[in-house]
């Protein structure tokens, strides 16, 4: 189904789209959709529980292969490796 925005008189296909936008995968949060509690926060613990959670969705969507996990999170297989052993998560 090819998708469309009509604005008054004009349509906006995909065609009209620079090559940037077209192929965008990975947005990034909008600022303000994150606010430190008034009590404070630890940022390490926080940025630690969306690194592990990302970790396991990954392996999860990879069947367990941490390869080809490491492919989908844009890491080395070194890397994940590193990532994984550091949340304990390195068992074979």
Do not use: H
């Amino acid at each position: 189904m090819e998708r469309c925005v009509v604005l008054g008189s004009c349509r906006i296909d995909r065609e009209c789209l620079p090559p940037q936008v077209i192929d965008f995968k990975n947005p990034a949060p909008a600022c303000g959709d994150f606010v430190i509690p008034a009590e404070g926060m630890n940022l390490e613990a926080y940025l630690d529980g969306i690194e592990k959670r990302l970790l396991l969705q990954a392996l999860e969507r990879c069947g367990g292969v941490k390869k080809r996990a490491a492919e989908l999170l844009g890491l080395s297989f070194r890397s994940i490796r590193y990532r994984l052993a550091k949340f304990g998560m390195d068992e074979e």
